[in-house]
């Protein structure tokens, strides 16, 4: 069963009250017998099962083309590490602020 939270438009109260979906809503305030009124607030979601992300639905025909490209991008750029590591110094380390 749902929680609903009311609040009183004459002194303020706000409760809590479990109810059935079918259940009238409240409209007297138990303590000084004012109306009340619904308060609405967000709801939080949570997602649960596949779908969700877009790597849940791809069929196997396409997972091979990119493990391919994937794994061709690596050994470029080991090549291009390799010959710009010789050719580079290290950059000189920042000096520190003083106040």
């Known amino acids: 069963m749902p929680t609903y939270q009311y609040a009183c438009n004459d002194c303020g109260e706000q409760l809590e ?9 409240l409209t007297v305030c138990p303590d000084c017998q004012g109306n009340l009124r ?3 607030s ?8 596949s779908g969700f992300y877009k790597t ?3 069929s196997s025909s ?3 083309a990119a493990s391919a490209s994937a ?3 690596p050994a470029e750029s080991k090549s291009s590490d390799s010959g710009s590591s010789t050719t580079k110094s290290p950059a000189p380390a ?4 003083s106040n």
Do not use: E, H, L, M
Not at 17 to 25: L, W, Y
Not at 94 to 97: G, H, I, K
């Open 42 to 49: 967000a709801v939080g979601i949570v997602f649960k099962g």
């Open 62 to 64: 396409t997972a091979p």
């Open 17 to 25: 009250v479990v109810q059935k979906f079918t259940d009238d809503a």
């Open 71 to 73: 794994s061709s991008k």
């Open 38 to 40: 619904k308060v609405f």
């Open 94 to 97: 920042p000096a520190a602020a």
């Open 56 to 58: 849940d639905n791809r």
